[in-house]
């Protein structure tokens, strides 16, 4: 069966992403659109570059993920200076290697630039905080002067990907007017929406993976101090636009994957930690198997 399917963001959790693909796999499914968001956009580009659940699985095992954590350095160090850097910079961490380790995998299945894959076929959100817009990629890239073509997929998902704060934001557009990019959860972590135009027949299933509980079984947010308090702003912010969409229509194509406990950022996170979320991935995907038709 061929469908179109949409990855949602997560950071470290899309992990989970790799287990529910291998399901989705399994059944015989094939991806002929693709969308994500952040950690959605790895996820979404490697099957698009059309490596399988277990190379996936098997890049990420061998992927030291401390290796994107690639700080700025000074001739002289001093103790603050990675808090310097989060001031100039925006983000404790520059994101090339990210951009770099992506590159490198998709052009070993010969796949450099959007022109390299059939139009259409992959999109990725990201966030525009200079001009308070969402982003689409490459469907908007022409407003910023760039040849969506011609455009690196890795440097796309490494603008989807930069969590605000921890890694460095992607700067488009010319000296007279940058735009400055930001991890596309910050507006829309589970872009389903990009494959629902009113009054138009879908052609094939849309399945999504989110990783979330559903909306009924979400968990309220605990406030007692002013962290939780951001931390509680952030992640409704996040979830508002996406959860407004889910909310008015069937939830009978998304699986949802709740990896609550897990922080997005956690990249010292054990092989056997790891391998439990892609577990939990598969293990939701199997259960939501049991129940879906379309």
Known sequence: MYIDGV???GGIKGLALVGAYE???ERGMEFVRLAGTSA???IAALIAAKYTSKEIATLLEELDLHTFMDERKLLIPFPLAKWFFLYWKLGMYKGDELERWIDDKLWKKGIKTFSDL???SLRFIASDITNGALLIIPDDLPKYGIDPRSFSIAKAIRMSCSLPYFFEPVKIGNKQ???VIVDGGVLSNFPMWLFDQEHVLKTRPVLGIKLSHNLKDHPKHKINNAIELFGAMFE?????HDSRYISRKHEKNIIFVPTEGVVTTEFSLSKEAQDKLIQLGRDCANKFFKKWTY
Do not use: H, L
């Open 177 to 179: 007017n940058k735009s």
């Open 40 to 42: 959605g956009s790895i």
């Open 236 to 240: 409704t912010m996040k979830d508002a």
């Open 7 to 9: 990855f949602s963001g």
């Open 23 to 25: 399901v989705i796999e």
């Open 118 to 120: 059939p139009p259409q």
